[in-house]
């Protein structure tokens, strides 16, 4: 029997990488990791327990007290993520996060436990996880690697209709100054900065459609003679 893939899916805020991971799982019966969600997860913890981002130590006694899980939702078919047992998928979504999230993925700590489980959860194979450095820390040998970008202005309308949902009064601005803050931080941070794997594939998906973009996909793990 063909042995499951790991794939990875990096880029940039808002380029659609979780629409495209999310369908490439359910079509190859793979697991899907949203590797975003355990940093915002992380931050809410953060957030909630007043960490002290300059203080090493209280980073690290938190780190202790994390546990991060997903868990797929009976009804919608998607995992969710849980901190501690507590279902905190849609929570995580909420700007205050995002403004903040950035900031505390840049910390050694952090991404050293971040990356640490991320592994774990990839030692079956059999997934999809998306996400800045998968490709190129996290599954160096991954079989599939892309690396997504799409249009500025595709990207921020995008997100808007996302978070609308949750937040009627949010404004493009606002969407649109938070992407670009954290790309900046994520693409300028030192350890593991958001970056194209020499060996992943671009996929600009700005004029694609979701069905394009998964055709595109598939064509990858059909050129490697995996079944798809
Ligand atoms: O994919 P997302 O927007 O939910 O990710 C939230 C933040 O987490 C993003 O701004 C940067 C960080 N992140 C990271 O540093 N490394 C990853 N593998 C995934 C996300």
Do not use: W
């Not at 009627?168 to 593991?192: F, G, H, Q, V, W």
């Amino acid at each position: 029997m063909f042995q499951k893939l790991i794939i990875t899916i990096d880029g940039f805020s808002s380029c659609g990488k979780s629409t495209l991971a999310k369908q490439l799982a359910k079509r190859l019966n793979y697991t899907y990791i949203d590797s975003g969600a355990m940093y915002r997860a992380i931050t809410l913890y953060f957030l909630r327990n007043n960490v002290d981002l300059a203080k090493e130590k209280e980073i690290r006694h938190a780190l202790k007290n994390i546990t991060l899980e997903f868990v797929v939702n009976e009804t919608s078919g998607s995992s969710e993520i849980y901190l501690n047992e507590e279902n905190v998928e849609y929570i995580i979504r909420d700007i205050v996060i995002a403004e903040k999230v950035s900031d505390v993925a840049a910390l050694k700590d952090v991404r050293t436990f971040a990356v640490a489980e991320q592994q774990k959860m990839g030692i079956h194979k059999g997934i999809v996880m998306d996400g800045r450095d998968i490709g190129t820390t996290v599954f160096p040998n991954a079989e599939i690697k892309i690396f997504m970008v799409a249009d500025e202005a595709v990207r921020v309308e995008r997100r808007y209709a996302e978070m609308f949902d949750k937040n009627p009064n949010i404004t493009l601005d606002e969407i649109k100054s938070n992407i670009a803050m954290r790309d900046y931080i994520d693409s300028n941070r030192k350890i593991s900065p958001l970056r194209k794997a020499d060996d992943a594939i671009e996929l600009d998906n700005t004029h694609l459609t979701p069905k394009e973009q998964l055709d595109f996909a598939l064509k990858l793990v059909k050129n490697i003679g995996a079944p798809a």
